[in-house]
């Protein structure tokens, strides 16, 4: 009889009892998911005494590394004095002041931080928000949004809504709302102006029917790391004022960071959006969080003794203290010098990887801050699938879109060798499936 090894053992027992989400299970069988025993720094450690570079960054959460001892301690503390109690009727410290800490990040033109539990969570609180604060103020006739082309918001029924990513959005069609979907732009076609002409017509002719238009600022991250110029977004703003409709900032994958500054949006020059949302890195990738930011006019809004015009919104474990004690130790990095730091290991991505760009097998490499992209010309068939696998060789867990690899590390590009280790991995792997 043949033993299994504990990788096989938690392989077999994971496609018996779990769900695994972005996957085709029959597919799984065939392909099992990867079993992690524990993680250290920017590596990952299966059972067989084998590691991984978390590429993404576990789905673009991972900020600082995986056990970062600064972000345990924190959660730590505060598992001992509050873990969780109900922000309705009550409030704790960790939450206001990650609160207060994430408006002054915006010099206080955005606050009143509505908490949720993921990005998801936190688009439906903005789309919900928006809508509602129109129609307290006698204009229920704005319930329309606008997303761009190719957008991705999230995959609940609202968030599908206004996202058009066809694989995640195309079996729930008949659910959902119907959105206006507007040419996004693209600096690998420079049609900045053809996208915001697009935007303005649509603006035009039915800005007293729509409430929002929502956006991912810079970064256009489930269509293939799509980047955009800060132009186009401070353009947008200028649109969104003169037409009178909101602005939500899509931050959940492109805040914290990620992009050169704490907030994306930062780059643009512009009036702050009516919305900003954060997920994802908020916590450092340790416990379930998001948010929406929002401006004294929308807050305003729903200012009542009429229970009915207050956002009757909630999650049981809306604002936990232990994910805003996470997101709190976060800003404290960010506080000590950590854009800097990003700037240098951007730099340093960007150089061991250069050389790719002159790679006949490569077309489109792009950087915006600590995100980095290329699309391979000829992927063939199953291409982000046999790129995933055979980086696992060369010590490399990373999940290409499409024809489209990409790098999102956590933020501990701290040596040049880190950076040529990456490099050299990536091309051996393409190398072996191009």
């Not at 810079?218 to 009178?244: C, D, I, N, W």
């Not at 933020?411 to 190398?431: G, H, K, N, S, W």
């Amino acid at each position: 009889m043949t033993t299994m090894s504990a990788t096989q053992a938690l392989q077999r027992r994971s496609l018996d009892a779990v769900w695994h989400p972005c996957t085709q299970m029959a597919r799984a069988e065939s392909v099992p998911p990867l079993p992690i025993a524990r993680g250290e720094g920017p590596w990952l450690h299966d059972f067989d005494g084998r590691r991984y570079f978390d590429a993404n960054s576990s789905w673009w959460v991972n900020l600082f590394g995986h056990a970062d001892a600064g972000i345990n301690a924190a959660i730590k503390q505060q598992l001992d004095t509050l873990p969780h109690v109900m922000l309705a009727g009550c409030t704790h410290e960790p939450a206001v002041r990650l609160a207060e800490r994430l408006s002054a990040r915006t010099g206080g033109a955005l606050g009143h931080c509505f908490f949720g539990s993921d990005g998801a969570s936190a688009v439906e609180i903005a789309l919900k928000q928006s809508f509602h604060s129109w129609r307290n103020l006698g204009r229920g006739d704005k319930r329309e949004f606008v997303c761009l082309k190719n957008g991705y918001h999230g995959e609940t029924i609202g968030a599908l809504a206004v996202t058009d990513v066809a694989i995640f959005r195309d079996a729930y069609d008949p659910l959902l709302m119907r959105a206006h979907i507007v040419s996004s732009p693209d600096s690998r076609l420079d049609n900045e102006a053809e996208a915001l002409a697009a935007m303005r017509a649509l603006l035009a002719e039915r800005h007293e029917h729509i409430a929002a238009v929502i956006v991912e600022p810079l970064v256009q991250g489930a269509a293939g790391m799509v980047m955009h110029a800060p132009s186009y977004l401070k353009a947008l703003r200028e649109l969104t004022r003169e037409f009178e409709v909101h602005l939500i900032a899509d931050e959940i994958a492109v805040g914290c960071g990620r992009t050169g500054t704490f907030f994306a949006w930062e780059q643009t020059g512009a009036d702050w959006p009516d919305f900003i949302l954060l997920s994802k890195g908020i916590t450092a990738g340790t416990l379930p969080l998001s948010l929406v930011l929002t401006t004294d006019a929308v807050y305003r809004a729903f200012w009542s003794e009429d229970v009915t015009r207050g956002f009757l919104h909630s999650h049981s474990y809306t604002g936990n203290a232990l994910a805003c004690a996470a997101a709190n130790a976060v800003l404290d990095r960010f506080d000590a010098g950590q854009l800097e730091a990003n700037r240098v290991q951007a730099a340093l991505l960007a150089e061991a990887l250069a050389p790719l760009a002159a790679d006949p097998r490569v077309e489109h490499f792009r950087q915006r801050g600590m995100i980095l992209a290329f699309d391979v010309k000829k992927p063939g068939e199953r291409f982000a699938e046999r790129f995933h696998l055979a980086a696992r060789a060369h010590e490399l867990l990373i999940r290409p879109i499409g024809a489209t690899v990409y790098l999102m590390p956590p933020y501990l590009i701290d040596a040049q060798q880190t950076a040529a280790f990456l490099a050299e991995a990536v091309r051996r792997t393409l190398d072996d499936v191009a």
